[in-house]
C-alpha cells in the first residue's frame, strides 16, 4: 500500500467534491448534493481539518476532525472535544483498510494537540462505517435525532 497522508489544500477541493459525490446513495450515506458542499470543503481546508490519503496522486479517503461542536449538550463533559465527520473512502479502494489507517494518523495528530474526546454521528444503516469505528473503540453512547435523521452517538477518548 503506496500512499502519503496529508492535510487537504485548496487545490485539493474539486477533486475531494468529486469524491463526495461519488458516495451518494451508497448504502447509510446521508449525503446530497447540497452536502457536503464546496463551501464546507473550503472551511475544513481553510482550518487545516481536513487530512487525506493520496495514492498515485489521487485522493482516495478523507476526514476532517473539527472543533465545531454541533450538539455539545449531548456529549461528555470533556476538557478538549473534537468531532469526526465526512469520512469517505473512493468505492475502488474500500474495503482495503485505508479508512482505518487514515483514521490512524487522525488520532495520532489529535494527541498531539492535546484532544481527549473524539465524537461522531453515524447512520445506523451504514454498517461499514460501524464496524470500522468498532474496531476504532469508539464507544456507543445514545441515539439522538439530528437533521431529520437518527444518529448513533458515538465517542472515544484519546
Known amino acids: 500500500m503506496k ?14 467534491a468529486k469524491l463526495y459525490r461519488s458516495l451518494i ?18 472551511q475544513d481546508i481553510r482550518k487545516e481539518e481536513l487530512f487525506c490519503i493520496k495514492k498515485k496522486n489521487e485522493i482516495i479517503a478523507t476526514a476532517t476532525l473539527t472543533k ?28 482495503q483498510g485505508y479508512s ?27 454498517k461499514r462505517a460501524k464496524s470500522l469505528y468498532k474496531k476504532c473503540a469508539f464507544k456507543f453512547r445514545k441515539i439522538i435525532k439530528l437533521y431529520e435523521f437518527e444518529w448513533e452517538l458515538l465517542e472515544k477518548n484519546i
Open 25 to 42: 446513495g451508497q448504502a447509510g450515506c446521508t449525503w446530497n448534493n447540497e452536502y457536503p458542499n464546496n463551501k464546507i470543503i473550503e
Open 100 to 126: 482505518k489507517v487514515l483514521l490512524q494518523q487522525v488520532f495520532e495528530i489529535a494527541r498531539k494537540e492535546k484532544i481527549d474526546l473524539i465524537y461522531l454521528l453515524l447512520n445506523k444503516e451504514n
Open 68 to 95: 465545531d461542536i454541533e450538539i455539545e449538550k449531548e456529549i461528555s463533559k470533556s476538557y478538549n472535544p473534537y468531532l469526526l465527520t465526512r469520512v469517505a473512502v473512493n468505492r475502488n479502494y474500500q474495503g
Open 3 to 16: 500512499y502519503r497522508i496529508k492535510k487537504a489544500n485548496i487545490r485539493d477541493k474539486d477533486e475531494i
